[in-house]
């Protein structure tokens, strides 16, 4: 996806950018922050903010969904999208400051479970073929004991039983 969005950004009329998904929402409260803050911005300002993530209609707090922090807002001029097939990121110069926003994107992961299984088919097999591309083997070690690492890590550490069956 890294590569789409840089077409994007090049083809974009003005130097700003806000990156944004189908199953995002922006509230009032943003957009009058982000308008407030790009009255002042230098061009190598990039903007974080806080990101609420929603599971099937319900706000996830745990999991390592909440807190969440994105970078959605830059100037061209100073940042470019990596070329990630999946989890795509921004590159940017040194110089960069990251200036945090303080009111949250919505995101709207899934509608249902068949939505869930489906998006994470496709970004398994996304993610399968970066492998690929990078040349990074899988082992079969990492195969069984991988998920349940992560199982652990979200359900656990990251507090997801705080979120009942959702989390």
């Known amino acids: 996806y890294g590569a789409t969005r840089q077409v994007g950004v090049d083809a974009a009329q003005h130097d700003?950018?806000?990156?944004?998904?189908?199953?995002?929402r922006m509230s009032a409260e943003l957009v009058s922050e982000?308008?407030?803050?790009l009255s002042t911005a230098e061009s190598h300002y990039v903007f974080t903010m806080p990101r609420?993530?929603?599971?099937l209609g319900q706000h996830i707090r745990g999991?390592?969904?909440s807190p969440d922090r994105v970078t959605r807002l830059f100037?061209?001029?100073?940042?470019?999208?990596?070329e990630k097939i999946v989890h795509e990121g921004l590159l940017g110069n040194k110089q960069r400051k990251v200036v945090p926003l303080k009111n949250p994107l919505e995101h709207f992961s899934y509608r249902d479970m068949k939505?869930?299984?489906e998006k994470n088919f496709r970004y398994a097999l996304l993610a399968a073929d970066e492998r690929k591309r990078l040349q990074r083997k899988v082992s079969a070690v990492s195969l069984v004991l991988r998920p349940c690492w992560e199982f652990f890590n979200a359900f656990f550490l990251k507090r997801g039983f705080i979120d009942g069956l959702r989390g």
């Open 115 to 117: 939505q869930f299984f």
């Open 75 to 82: 100037h061209r001029a100073h940042s470019r999208f990596d």
């Open 34 to 37: 982000i308008t407030e803050s």
């Open 16 to 24: 700003w950018v806000f990156w944004i998904d189908a199953d995002e």
């Open 63 to 65: 999991c390592g969904w």
């Open 52 to 55: 609420k993530n929603y599971f």
